[in-house]
């Protein structure tokens, strides 16, 4: 099957894996959240344009650590509009839904700039405008902590939305920035929903009727999303199921899920991963455990986290792994346009709505 619709990734990454796993590869750390601009190679750019990917939602910024929030932040938004510069033949920095179009006209990849987190913001929402003019597209509200915007999905005692976030939530969406609410705790999400008057997303996560995990979205939740106008992106983590490895029939059992509760209209996919294969899995299982023990360091791992589990689905991986998806839709009775809105269009139209 050749893709005739384009596919959107609501969060992913155009970084070659295979050089965190390089002998002195730099910034292990950094490297692990993917979406390094230094990580960015001929073969990733190659692989992402094979892919049929018009455009991707990297995660630019703080979203954990040591360093300065808003210094790391700003530097990394440069060197991505560095990189773009150097390769415009290849990358486009998206702004509005009609550049993916463009990008994709051109054969180029969009880069929609997207944040995992607010810390950047300080205490200043002054920020949010600052970032806006910078090129950043979607903002998460929380990682799986609790900032000063409400609490992450991890977090025992839920608060939810703080006032601050309240504001932040109505600051973002004047600025046309797509609130995305992946990450947050239910009660952070909910309260988000009933102070949005614009649709909001949830870029990357699963459903919890499926496996009932915190990082997995409520049908609450998820209805709440579509009622809205938005989209809820469906990841290919380890989340999709409780207990061992997933692969392709756990994804596409929570795309139907979402499909039930949600409606054809308002679900897509945000694979939380890269396109390009892994060519070295000995070296990836060792990198993997370095990352979840950096991970459970820094307070910012899920439950059941495990050097066991890959990122990706390895039966939907590599380079084929959007068409492989449509194939596997197709198979299950579902239509050419439905898997076009879910591998794109919904996500499109989301942006169109949304994007100033």
């Known amino acids: 099957m050749t893709l005739a619709f384009p596919v959107i990734n609501a969060l992913g990454t155009l970084d070659n894996p295979n050089l965190q796993f390089a002998p002195g590869a730099a910034d292990r750390a950094r490297l692990a959240y993917g979406n390094s601009a230094a990580a960015v190679d001929a073969r990733s750019l190659a692989d992402a344009r094979s892919s049929g990917l018009a455009a991707v939602n990297i995660t630019l910024g703080h979203v954990a650590g040591s360093d300065d929030p808003f210094e790391a932040t700003v530097r990394d938004i440069a060197a991505w509009d560095a990189l773009v510069r150097a390769q415009p033949s290849s990358l ?178 945000g694979t939380d991963g890269c396109v390009s294969a892994i060519d070295d899995m000995a070296a990836y299982r060792r990198h993997l455990e370095d990352e979840v023990a950096t991970r459970k360091r820094l307070g910012i791992g899920a439950p059941g986290e495990t050097a066991d589990v890959t990122l990706f689905l390895p039966d939907l991986c590599g380079p084929t792994q959007f068409t492989r998806l449509a194939e596997l839709l197709a198979a299950r009775g579902h239509g050419e346009a439905r898997i076009a809105k879910i591998l794109g269009g919904n996500f499109i139209r989301l942006f169109d709505e949304t994007l100033a």
């Open 92 to 269: 486009r920095k998206i702004h509005l839904a009609a550049d993916i179009a463009a990008a994709r006209a051109a054969g180029q990849v969009g880069v929609i700039y997207g944040f995992q987190n607010t810390e950047m913001l300080g205490t200043d929402l002054d920020r949010i405008r600052l970032f806006a003019d910078l090129g950043v597209r979607i903002i998460q509200l929380t990682y799986n902590g609790r900032n000063a915007i409400g609490d992450g999905a991890t977090v025992p005692d839920d608060r939810g939305l703080s006032p601050f976030g309240r504001e932040a939530v109505e600051r973002l969406q004047a600025e046309g920035v797509l609130v995305d609410l992946s990450h947050s705790s239910t009660a952070t999400c909910l309260r988000a929903l009933d102070v949005a008057r614009k649709p909001l997303a949830i870029t990357h996560s699963g459903c919890r009727a499926v496996a009932n995990h915190p990082r997995n979205k409520t049908d609450a939740e998820l209805r709440r999303v579509a009622e809205g106008g938005g989209v809820v992106g469906i990841y290919s983590m380890p989340y999709l199921r409780l207990q061992g490895q997933p692969h392709a029939a756990d994804l596409i059992a929570h795309i139907e899920h979402a499909l039930e509760v949600c409606g054809e209209d308002h679900v897509g996919i």
